[in-house]
């Protein structure tokens, strides 16, 4: 038999349907009219009628035994766990937690994140200082001691953090090694023009920590002590001459240990919520195929 | 006591009822299972396993032929057990030739295929038809031990294999066509009625 003496498979189907008396009315009659027309469809329908009536007479196999239950059997049957059901509702409850879940952080993230556009954000205002401290380290640091026209406590740095070519600073702070030392001019040393021995950074820290651990020297900011204030040289107590006031990278010193804390819980509760997913997902997976293998077992 | 009454006892918990339900059934049962598994142990195994799998699902039953619901829990069972053949592959009706191409006729059949050889050699219809059933692929045979042999119309089959009216009819004469075309490779070797020449009538 070749493929052009195979019937189209809608005449195949038809001609079954046909032989089954599975088309009535209008189809039937229609058929009908094409079957008397077409000695093909009378051959296949002679050979189809053939065949099922073969198939049809094939002996009936008769049961080898009886299937029946014995009273023991059926209990046995009916005492097995049906664990089936309680492992699909788990797994059913796991997966709309996780749909909770997604569905929440996705109001979440539609509905605050124009909100928090509109709005600098606490990291934002964390990250600005930074940024302003990343450019100042960009830029080069000049060690001098007292200026280019250092009289007193005067010199570069001051406030701006020191640029050369600003001869008198208004801080009287001295950039020394990344440190700005109050001077107000009591620096018999020095002398003009000549470049200051810049502190190691040992020695910057310990006078950093003594500044810290002294209230009064906090730097440019007025004391509030209750004593009779000291006359000020050039903003700076006269007793305060010679000491740390200020470290230079001051936005590093204050920010780091602010952002650091905050980046860590950020990313904890980032680690957190994946877990959670992971472990929901994991458990809809586990429960949907323990339900699915004794669905299948059963 | 009538079909649905022990029906009704048996979903009540009456093993005794249960019981005639699958003595009326279980030859019919078994004789699917045979025809789609081709394999008595395996058949009898699905049987039983039809059986087990009836007693726990009694109370899903939703009214309608019990024969029906019975063949349906029978087939998924055998459904079940050619899974777990799968492992072990057989040849199809319709092998590639040499270039690749698929071979419609199944004419290979009578060369030196030795398994139609065999079957001719038993001289007997229903061997060959067994073979030409066991040839079919699985969702082909399904169908046609369910319309052909269990004597089940179109509605229960669509039913029992959870599949629309227009999927069994497709393969019920997709089914009958390889039927055909495969008894047609035991030539001489069948009753004559069988013997179709290759002609074209049109």
New interface residues.
Partial sequence: ???????P?KD??A???YM?G?LTGEKKLKFEKRLAK???L??ALK??T???T???G????????????T?E??RA?KRQPVLYPAFGFASLAALLILALVFTSEFIFKTYSAPMARELPSEAALSAAPSQESALEAQQPQIFTWGGAYGMGGGGAGGIGGGAEGVPYGLGGGVPVGGTFVGSSGAVPEAKPGEPAEPLSSEEAGAQLQQMEETPQAAGMGASLSSEPPEPLILGIRESEAGQIISSYPQTEAKVAPETAPDAQTETSRALVSEYVKIGLLAAVLAFGILALALY?K? | MGEQDLIELAVGGD?DA??RL??QY??????AA??ILSD?AA??DA??EA???M???LNTYRGGSFKSWFLRIVTNACY?ELRRRQRRPSVPLEPENDEGELV??PSWMEDDAPGPEEAASAKE??DA??HC?ADLEEKFRVV?VL???A?ED?ESVCAIINRPMGTV??R???A??K???C??GFGELLPE??R?K?E???
């Fill in positions: 038999m070749t493929r052009q003496d195979m019937l498979k195949n189907e001609l079954c349907a089954d599975m077409s000695l093909r009378q051959k050979e189809y053939q065949l099922r073969a198939v049809r094939l002996p009936c196999q008769a049961a080898p035994r009886n299937f029946t239950l009273r059997e059926a049957i299948l059963r | 093993l249960f019981n699958v003595l279980q030859d019919a049962a078994y004789n045979f025809r008595p058949a009898e049987t039983q059986v087990i799998s007693y726990r699902k079940d419609d006729s219809l229903e038809i067994q059933l046609m319309v052909d042999i004597g179109y009819k497709s019920l004469a997709r009958r066509q039927m055909q075309d008894l047609r009625k069988f179709l290759d074209v009538m049109e």
